[in-house]
């Protein structure tokens, strides 16, 4: 198994451009869950979900849009990049019945 | 509003010698809390969490709901722990996490 795939693993962008950090899992999770980390503030919780159809914000949601159409897939798209945006994304899903969270490699994002 | 906080952003110890990450909440519910650790180029990975009250790797964990603490303890630190380690409270409806800032250990020889 796979486990959780993001891609890209890195990414260049200029303000103002869109983009879309793709992320999917092979484990059938229902729930899945984007984080970006910032250096001294820890890993933030920017959306969720808990399953297909189902989405929510969680600390940090300004400037991203999630959609989960699927149970395997949970992207992230940012529509007018800004350099606040510049970060490392995580991707995480666990199933509904354990607390332990899954994590993809991350996407490291810069935002000129 | 929930927090997790990791006071240390860098510890250093000696191989051999305890180290204790620690680890400081709040929150007004019932808390479930856990350690992950990221290791040197590899993901984020659950190290443990307070519900199952186990030791891995030689790392226990113990919640003080008085003092609202988790501190991560190991008696003998060994260099293969070198890594990030993160804090992270799962809120009341289950659905979010809340992680702390990391603190990151350095096993020296």
């Known amino acids: 198994n796979a486990g959780v795939t993001q891609t890209p693993k890195f990414q260049v962008l200029k303000t103002g451009q869109s983009m879309t950090l793709q992320c999917a899992q092979d484990m059938n999770h229902e729930y899945m869950s984007w984080y970006r980390q910032d250096p001294g503030m820890g890993l933030r919780l920017i959306h969720y979900?808990?399953?297909?159809?189902?989405?929510d914000q969680g600390e940090v949601p300004n400037g991203y849009n999630v959609s989960r159409s699927t149970t395997e897939d949970f992207p992230l798209r940012l529509l007018s990049a800004a350099p606040s945006q510049t970060s490392v994304y995580f991707c995480?899903?666990?199933?509904?019945?354990?607390?332990?969270?899954?994590f993809g490699s991350g996407t490291q994002l810069s935002v000129l | 509003a929930q927090r997790v906080t990791q006071p240390e952003k860098l510890l250093s110890v000696f191989k051999g010698a305890p180290v204790e990450l620690k680890c400081n909440y709040s929150?007004?519910?019932?808390?479930?809390l856990f350690w992950y650790v990221q290791y040197s180029r590899q993901r984020l990975q659950l190290l443990l969490r307070?519900?199952s009250r186990e030791s891995i790797k030689g790392f226990t964990a113990d919640l003080n709901k008085g003092e609202t603490s988790f501190h991560l303890k190991k008696p003998f630190a060994q260099e293969e722990d070198s890594a990030m380690y993160y804090c992270?409270?799962?809120?009341?409806?289950?659905?979010?996490?809340?992680f702390g800032s990391g603190t990151k250990l350095n096993v020296k020889p």
């Open positions: 992270a409270l799962r809120a009341y409806n289950f659905n979010k996490f809340y």
């Open positions: 995480a899903s666990r199933p509904r019945e354990n607390e332990k969270l899954f």
């Open positions: 979900s808990v399953g297909a159809g189902i989405t």
């Open positions: 929150y007004s519910g019932s808390p479930e």
């Open positions: 307070h519900i």
